[in-house]
């Protein structure tokens, strides 16, 4: 029996063009034989537009290894997916599918070395790491371009750890940091950009010129006991008077 496994949704959507948006599903194609799925290695993109009575099966390609769906992002025209060696770009007016090599990976034991994937203001930025507790580490960002990463701002969370020395974790390991990001915020000017972290108890702006961190929030109870929180579970907010409709229509 053919079969279809839905791997991720994206919305693309542009706050200067509040009145257009597109909605992308990735499906993973292949059969059923006894209740098992054996996957080809085909997956599909399905686009859906406003106005249309149904989606609309746009294009297959065959993905990288370690590729995941998501948690894309939208920028330049398209959404982006990464994997820990390769990224893949949808872009919305011709409807194709383009693979990228990611940066080269930090050494280190770390398995997964991705702590950070978003945009802001119109830049894409990525944050790779040589271990999961590290305190030093580099903020990348493509350019529109070259479609080349380059190193952006140069972290080094000594002044916060210091400011808040309960980010400080002993271990039977040693000492781990007890951070999460939540996004790269890039200011009208270079001294305005910071880095949005949640630590125990509280959500923290550092700045990545200045170096220096002031509280944003404090975290109550138990949230504020418990680093569950990334950069996929952090949404910008833009202001829009037009509503997204039509929801309704599920793909097929």
């Known amino acids: 029996m053919y079969y279809e496994v839905v791997y991720g949704y994206s919305l693309i959507f542009d706050p200067s063009e509040p009145s257009y948006y597109k909605a992308l599903c990735i499906k993973h194609l292949g059969t059923t034989f006894k209740g098992h799925f054996f996957g080809t290695s085909d997956y599909e993109v ?32 398209g959404i982006h997916w990464i994997g820990e060696y390769s990224s893949v770009y949808f872009d919305a007016k011709s409807e194709e599918v383009v693979v990228k090599n990611m940066p080269p990976r930090p050494q280190g034991y770390c398995s997964e070395k991705i702590r950070y994937f978003g945009e802001w203001g119109g830049h894409l930025q990525l944050i790779q790491v040589q271990s999961l507790y590290a305190k030093k580490f580099n903020v990348l960002e493509l350019d529109k371009d070259t479609w080349k990463w380059s190193v952006k701002y140069r972290v080094h969370l000594a002044r916060l750890i210091s400011a808040f020395p309960e980010i400080v974790k002993q271990t039977s ?29 509280k959500v923290v702006a550092y700045n990545l010129v200045l170096k220096t961190a002031k509280v944003v929030r404090e975290l109550p109870g138990e949230i504020g006991d418990t680093l569950r929180f990334n950069h996929v579970c952090a949404y910008q907010y833009a202001e829009s008077l037009i509503p997204v409709k039509d929801w309704t229509i599920h793909p097929k």
Request: net charge negative; hydrophobic share 35%.
């Open 173 to 201: 390991y040693g000492a781990q940091y007890a951070f999460s990001i939540l996004s790269v915020i890039r200011g009208e000017s270079e001294e305005d950009s910071v880095l949005l972290l949640t630590i125990p108890g």
């Open 46 to 77: 399905s686009v859906y537009v406003p106005g249309n009575k149904s989606w609309t099966s746009c294009c297959c390609f065959s993905p990288p290894y370690g590729m995941r769906f998501d948690s894309g992002v939208f920028w330049n025209g």
